[in-house]
């Protein structure tokens, strides 16, 4: 779990706390469900939720807004192995919340949870988190938009703004609460995955679950965050989607914090 925390060099008026919480896999096989082969050596791209918190912490530490941030990037990988999460277990959360594992490869929000759940305990008030979470979003908006969605429409708006601002482009899916009965599980609290069906909003709200209490949207990056073929602003690989978005958000709160 890397935590980095960006105190303003002058105090604020504000006693929020925005936290910025990415998924960190830095490859994902899928573990015991194991992945098709073909492809496979691009999901070493897992990570790209935790290197935009990371990124985005190191730009507003040379821009120095003047507003606090938190940065929290839960990091491993999703291999098979003797110790591997198997199908059929029911692990614990940071929270206590019982969660079952119905498919290996829906690892990120096992982590993305206690991301979330530990930003809660160091004192955040509205979190934006972001992670190369489901393969459905890449067939809901493909590589144009990225997805958001949350419990703040106020947030969620603002955010979508701040990206309009700097050519960046998200489309909010819906997070209506039947989508929460998909991701039931009858021995424990949660399960893992929800199904076929509207797999990018179940995976969102299984993450909700650990948002409670505070301002919160997602950001599900998977078909944005990686550019095939390259285009003349940017080379083939990694996007940094989002990177210049959280930086224009939270300078834009910088000045509503000095107004």
């Not at 790209?48 to 120095?64: C, P, S, Y």
């Not at 614990?92 to 690892?107: L, P, S, Y």
């Not at 797999?199 to 965050?225: P, R």
Request: glycine share 10%.
């Amino acid at each position: 779990m890397i935590v980095l925390k960006y105190t303003p060099p002058r105090k604020v008026k504000s006693d929020g706390l925005l936290a910025l919480v990415g998924k960190g896999i830095t490859f994902d096989s899928g573990g015991i469900s194991l992945k098709p082969g073909e492809n496979m050596e691009l999901m070493k791209y897992d990570m790209t939720g935790a290197a935009t918190v990371i990124g985005t912490m190191r730009a507003i530490a040379l821009l120095k807004p003047n507003v606090p941030v938190l940065g929290v990037t839960p990091c491993c990988e999703n291999l098979p192995s003797g110790k591997a999460t198997k199908p059929g277990d029911v692990l614990r959360a940071m929270t206590g919340k019982t969660i079952e594992v119905i498919n290996t490869d829906a690892e990120g929000r096992l982590i993305l949870a206690d991301g979330i759940a530990y930003a809660k305990k160091l004192g955040a008030t509205q979190i934006i988190d972001m992670a190369t979470l489901t393969g459905a979003v890449s067939i809901a908006l493909g590589d144009v938009n990225t997805a958001i969605l949350g419990t703040d429409q106020e947030l969620i708006d603002s955010f979508i703004a701040a990206g309009r601002e700097v050519g960046e482009k998200f489309w909010q899916l819906p997070l209506d609460k039947e989508y929460s009965n998909q991701i039931k599980s009858d021995i424990a609290d949660i399960k893992n995955v929800g199904g076929k069906k509207a797999g990018t909003i179940t995976a969102t709200a299984f993450l909700k679950e650990f948002a409670d209490g505070v301002s919160w949207a997602h950001l599900d990056i998977a078909g944005t965050a990686w550019g095939d073929p390259a285009t003349p602003y940017r080379s083939k690989g990694p996007t940094g989607i989002a990177l210049r978005t959280l930086v224009e958000f939270i300078e834009r709160s910088a000045r509503r914090n000095a107004s």
